[in-house]
């Protein structure tokens, strides 16, 4: 747990929900992605970076006969994540682990999700994560990503992005090359809710290049 963002949100993961409630419009915002991914009943998915696993509750409600797996690097988000499907009856397979090693077979999954998981790696883990997404995925796979886009040109995050340029923090928290580098291409983007005031939240379905 190298960024201080997943350090600071393993501290404070069981007021993670309640911060979301506040902020945002979460089951719309959710189900958004999740409509994307025009699954079947009995896919296999991933939720990398699962947090306090929302999505995958909310996946389970489709994925009657499927499978669910989700994973964290931070050990608090998934005691809450874990305490959340008990409660609910839901079997999702929770692991703590990192998205640049993923302890899962090649050619695994249906779908794979991450949603805001880029702003909290640096170029090197970013690049490692897309690479193990394309490992884990099945040829014909999806994957469906929410991430932030570009943040407003202005002074502010001029000057936050200049000092945080190898942090991931700001820059390039969707890096486009790096999509092209991994082996996956962007088969739909649509815009989805603006947090935060101003930090445009984007939703993208890839597919792995053929050939
Ligand atoms: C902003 S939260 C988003 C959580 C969840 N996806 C959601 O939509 O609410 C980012 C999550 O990514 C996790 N994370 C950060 N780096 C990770 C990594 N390298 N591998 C797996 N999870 C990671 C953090 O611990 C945190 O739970």
Avoid: W
């Avoid at 501290?11 to 959710?30: G, H, N, Q, W």
């Avoid at 970076?49 to 995958?56: A, H, I, N, Q, S």
């Avoid at 490992?135 to 991430?147: F, N, P, Q, T, W």
């Amino acid at each position: 747990m190298k960024h201080f963002i997943t350090r600071f949100l393993n501290i404070v993961a069981s007021f993670y929900d309640p911060f979301l409630k506040l902020t945002m419009d979460e089951e719309k915002f959710r189900q958004e992605i999740i409509g994307l991914a025009n699954l079947r009943s009995d896919e296999r998915v991933l939720d990398i970076g699962c947090g306090t696993g929302t999505l995958v509750l909310m996946l389970a409600e489709t994925l009657h006969s499927g499978h669910i797996y989700a994973i964290d690097v931070a050990p608090k988000m998934i005691v809450v994540a874990r305490n959340k499907a008990q409660k609910e009856e839901k079997k999702i397979k929770y692991r703590i682990g990192s998205s640049i090693a993923l302890p899962y077979e090649d050619n695994y999954f249906d779908a794979v999700f991450t949603t805001l998981l880029f702003h909290h790696l640096n170029f090197e883990g970013k690049g490692k994560t897309l690479r193990e997404i394309y490992r884990v995925l099945k040829v014909d796979g999806k994957y469906i990503s929410a991430e932030f886009g570009k943040f407003p040109d202005n002074f502010f995050h001029g000057i936050i992005f200049k000092f945080t340029r190898s942090s991931g923090l700001l820059h390039g928290l969707y890096p486009i090359e790096l999509i092209d580098q991994n082996g996956l291409h962007i088969e739909d983007e649509i815009n989805g809710p603006i947090l935060g005031g101003d930090h445009q939240v984007v939703f993208r379905v890839l597919k792995k290049d053929i050939g």
